[in-house]
């Protein structure tokens, strides 16, 4: 906003002089079930979903999960879990009017791109 001449320059500068300090999430685990509910909720509403609850279990393995500080890691274990119950469940079939990108409402190839970028292969 600031290169666009959308936020002014003199008040750019002095906020840009107070520091904001945020801990690491691996110093909060508090801050997880929050995350994980705001995630939740997000996918679901992204997917047209629904997403009643995420089991106790599931929060509980997070917040022991060693967490090197930002919330995407806990935003793609959300979205991991989510692709890789999807493809378990079409039996790792991506495309097609069956297949997991469809049932995800999205193209085979931007299915194909989130597995990539998530470390997702077909089991052996």
């Known amino acids: 906003m600031f290169t666009e001449k959308r936020f002014r320059s003199d008040l750019y500068y002095r906020l840009n002089v107070?520091?904001?300090?945020?801990?690491p999430l691996r110093?909060?685990?508090?801050?997880?079930?929050v995350l994980v509910r705001y995630f939740a909720q997000k996918y679901s509403r992204?997917?047209?979903?629904q997403i009643r609850s995420v089991p106790a279990e599931v929060i509980a393995a997070l917040?022991?999960?060693?967490?090197?500080?930002?919330?995407?890691?806990i935003e793609n274990i959300i979205?991991?879990?989510?692709?890789?119950?999807?493809?378990?469940d079409t039996k790792w079939v991506v495309g097609g009017p069956l297949?997991?990108?469809?049932?995800?409402?999205m193209n085979r190839t931007t299915?194909?791109?989130?597995?990539?970028?998530?470390?997702?292969?077909?089991?052996?």
């Open 18 to 23: 107070f520091p904001v300090l945020i801990p």
């Open 27 to 33: 110093e909060r685990p508090e801050a997880i079930p």
């Open 46 to 49: 992204l997917r047209k979903k």
């Open 63 to 73: 917040q022991k999960y060693y967490c090197p500080g930002k919330h995407s890691e």
């Open 79 to 88: 979205e991991r879990s989510h692709l890789v119950k999807v493809l378990k």
């Open 99 to 105: 297949g997991a990108a469809a049932r995800l409402g």
């Open 111 to 124: 299915l194909q791109f989130r597995m990539k970028k998530l470390n997702i292969t077909r089991p052996t």
